[in-house]
């Protein structure tokens, strides 16, 4: 049974910090690319970082360039994002996702996700 459960979100000031993390089981996360989307109150699922299924290489949303970071342990089957410097404009449910094999980036619609994480940043 595939499985992708987020943690680590929770309520932040605006300016500081928060780290994702994507707990995997259930198929080969090491051929899969990963990432994560992100949706607000009133607006649609939008794509916030992916790495390649064979690491290395990263795409963000320009909305979260130079303030987030995706990575990986692969030995542990987890993804992460660390998030620097939140916006109030951050907050959102955060949503862990995994398409392939072998992708080097995420469909709009990855074949798995997990059930979400809620990040909100206050003022």
């Known amino acids: 049974q595939v499985r992708l459960r987020e943690s680590g979100g929770g309520v932040v000031q605006a300016g500081g910090s928060l780290r994702l993390s994507c707990e995997t089981s259930?198929?080969?996360?090491?051929?899969?690319?990963s990432g994560w989307f992100r949706q607000a109150p009133g607006k649609e699922r939008e794509f916030v970082a992916s790495i390649r299924w064979s690491g290395g290489s990263t795409a963000y949303a320009d909305s979260v360039k130079g303030r987030f970071t995706i990575s990986r342990d692969i030995a542990k089957n987890t993804l992460y994002l660390q998030m620097n410097n939140l916006k109030l404009e951050d907050t959102a449910v955060y949503y862990c996702?995994?398409?392939?094999?072998?992708?080097?980036?995420?469909?709009?619609?990855?074949?798995?996700w997990g059930q979400g994480t809620q990040v909100t940043v206050s003022s």
């Open positions: 996702a995994a398409d392939g094999p072998f992708r080097a980036t995420l469909r709009e619609d990855p074949k798995f």
């Open positions: 259930g198929f080969n996360f090491n051929n899969y690319a």
